[in-house]
Every structure is written in structure tokens, then in C-alpha cells.
């Protein structure tokens, strides 16, 4: 990650769709099943929608069953900030990009092996760049 990105909300509500600025910068949720990315197998990598950060790689894509796109790994530890989520009458652990602060969605330790998590992330948040060839991992 390289320098903070810091943008005026009017600038925001300017780049994103109505639903991304509702997910990304007012902390939001898609209802379940119905994000574009929740059944995508491509392979390749998925950016932030806000600042264009690479966040995660298909290959640590996997399908939960939850009705969200599940993660069970982040491409890079630093490229997603974690804080404390108390909202809804339960606490959970709110995952966010490093980069710009949008809010992604939430980290669950309820994942597959090697590392046990479950990065729920809702696909208004994020951007897929496919993969260009097929010798890249």
C-alpha cells in the first residue's frame, strides 16, 4: 500500500454507485445472495472498488453457503485493517481497506484450513481484474 486516500464524501458520491458508496463509505451490507462476485469463479484478483487496492486472490475464494463472497485469506495482511464491530447486538470484527477505509465487511474465525477464516466481503466493495495469462498464479 502506498499513501493514504482521502476523499471529501462529495467525491466519493461522485465515483461510486449509490450502492457502493452505501456499502463502502457508510459501513452498509448487500442482503445475501445477491452480490455479483458471491458465485464468481474467474480466476484473478479483487480490488477495492473505492482506491483500486488489490485485496484478494481467487485462489483463496471459496463457497461458505452464507450468501456473501467468502475469502479465506487476504492478499497482503496490510492491505485490510480490522476494527471492532458492536452494531446489530453482537460483536464482530469489521474488515476494511488499508488503503482508503472502505468498509469490505467482516472476518469470521469459521473458515477452511490453513488459517481458519472466513472474510465475508460484500461485492459492492469490490472490483475483479481478471487474470491476464495462464502461467500467473
Request: glycine fraction near 8%; charged fraction near 25%.
Amino acid at each position: 500500500m502506498s499513501k493514504k486516500i482521502e476523499k471529501s464524501d462529495t467525491d466519493w458520491k461522485q465515483q461510486l454507485s449509490s450502492h457502493q458508496y452505501y456499502v463502502t463509505r457508510q459501513k452498509g451490507t448487500e442482503r445475501p445472495f445477491t452480490g455479483k462476485y458471491n458465485h464468481h469463479n474467474e480466476k484473478g484478483a479483487y480490488a477495492c472498488v473505492c482506491c483500486g487496492e488489490p485485496l484478494f486472490d481467487s485462489h483463496a475464494k471459496f463457497d461458505h453457503g452464507c450468501g456473501w463472497a467468502s475469502f479465506w485469506q487476504s492478499r497482503d495482511e496490510a492491505a485490510i485493517n480490522e476494527e471492532t464491530d458492536n452494531s446489530l447486538g453482537m460483536v464482530r470484527t469489521e474488515i476494511m481497506c488499508a488503503a482508503c477505509d472502505a468498509h469490505l465487511g467482516h472476518v469470521f474465525p469459521d473458515g477452511p484450513h490453513p488459517t481458519g477464516l472466513r472474510y465475508c466481503v460484500n461485492s459492492a466493495s469490490l472490483d475483479f481484474v481478471p487474470k491476464k495469462h495462464d502461467t500467473e498464479d
